[in-house]
């Protein structure tokens, strides 16, 4: 009985009576994935008992503590330094959490598929460790939540847990480079737009102590109003520093983390850790560190963010350097989820790391940096009127076939259940609302995810895809109503907006904390929230042609604004409440 790792391994099979499949990510070229779910034998997943991926959420957090208190020994030494678990948060800490939750959940599943199936064995392909060494985050990023990044994880912890395998050296699992989608006239603007970003930021930087915005997720528009009303200078953020790519240093790399002789998972990470670290933090930190010291400022007075703070190294090094100044870190909510989920690793990492954390008007327990202000993002959005028997607008949310974040969300194949859902929404909505829906896709990271399209396609849904490239408020122009159907940021932009919505998930994925649920409780009063998918559709049904004298009732108005009172509060002087928190700093 042969297990079947991932997708690469479906395709080397020749006859599937015999396999399992290790999971659902494994189905991603069968052209009836959801039909193929049931075809073949799998093995359980393990994280599909939801108080396990809590309480597993619990020890990884503790995993994470204790491994970032030693590597921040261990850089400090590599790198002469002396600084606190602090700063190295600042810095790995993204990375770290990201790494730790992937390889524990990869190294659980081969656990369950040998407890599960004792004389499992499998093929392993050819492949070189040391090519999967990021050079970043932004490459850990697009690597691993990939099929061959998996593929690799995946063999080195059935070496490691010595399951039986054989090697097949003819199949070779190797990075495969991402082209640029930028090409001609759009590649040499971008490039001219940056050279005068840098320009400008280099020239301007330095003129006096200032708050410094980098990535604050507001239009340019918006962060120059803002820095105006503070009477600062506009600043667009960091100039461009080049970076370099060294060769692993191996002998530096064993300096990280001390090896055991236990075979459990803590072990494992020990030994891959120092192969996987990415390279800007060890082989490039020392050189990239000089580069920023001397072309970025030094002590402004505070720095704020609401992107940079994961994927951005360069920006993460020049915080960590300033906060060690005693600069204030300002962080802002970027986005939904943050505040209403049972657990989310992100959010954790935010309020660990900042001195303040601006909410959408939320606050939590034990947390005494939380500021609660009006959203910029929410408040400068533009209104939006319904159009009467204009479209109904669905959104669909978009996740990795991998599990690739701690999060109260769906993870792995839990998100084919999200797809039935839609399936059954749709279903469930009479001719004439069907007539009017348009569904619109996530496509901001179609390579890692499940392709939505062919699987609408295959359900006769495709003429329903909105395949303009409008942008949300260009869509709601259109619409009469919009359906929501995840825990993310478009349920509370529609609701910040007064736009008429109806919100639809299974609660068993999207989990609430206890402090958020009598808000949410006030919205499946109101019939704005389901947890039904077709009660949703039976709701959209109703209040068909009266759409309005539903959603401005005194039920509906009043639970709409307590919620966003809380979750997404806006204010038409936010930029006030803003100028005087950072005025003050």
Known sequence: MRLVKTSIDFANCDDFRDNILLGDWCLKDRDDVLGSVYKYDKVPYHWDDREKFYTDYLYLTDVYEKTLDQLALALNNIHKTEE?????RIIIGPWLRFFIDVVFDRFECVRHAALSYPKIECELYSYQLSDWCPLNFTEFWSDFCTDEWNEVLLSEIIKYQKLDFSENISVCVSRNATPSTERGIAKSLKKIG?????????????AGRRVFFVAPYVSLLTAFKLQLSMRQFPLLGLPVIETKSSPCDLGMRKELLPETDDADFESFLNILIPLSLPKIYLEDFAYCKKQILKRCSVAPKAIFTANAFQADDIFKIWAAENVGYGVPLIIGQHGGNFGVAKHNQSEDHQLNTSKYFATWGWAKEGHKNIVQLSSMQLSTLASVTPKNHGQITHIMSSLPRYFYSHQSIPVAGQFLSYIEDQLKFFRGLDPRQSECLKIRLDLSSAERSWDVT??????????????????????????????????????????????????????MY?????????????????????????SAAEKVNSIEDNIEQWWYSDLVQSARIKFCQRYAHTSASWKDQWSGFLGQL
Not at 84 to 88: F, I, V
Request: with cysteine.
């Open 510 to 534: 999207y989990e609430i904390n206890e402090d958020a649920k009598p808000f949410f409780d006030m919205l499946m009063e109101a019939g704005i929230l389901f947890h039904c998918p077709e």
């Open 84 to 88: 606190g678990s602090a700063y190295w």
């Open 454 to 507: 062919k699987i609408l396609r295959i359900h006769g849904y495709d003429q329903k895809i909105d395949s303009s490239t409008s942008t949300l408020r260009a869509s709601l122009r259109q619409s009469k109503l919009c359906i929501c159907t995840h825990n993310a940021t478009v349920f509370l932009e529609t609701l910040a907006m007064n736009f008429p919505t109806i919100v639809f998930w299974d609660p």
């Open 194 to 206: 940056t050279f005068f970003s840098t320009m400008y930021s280099t020239t301007f930087e330095g």
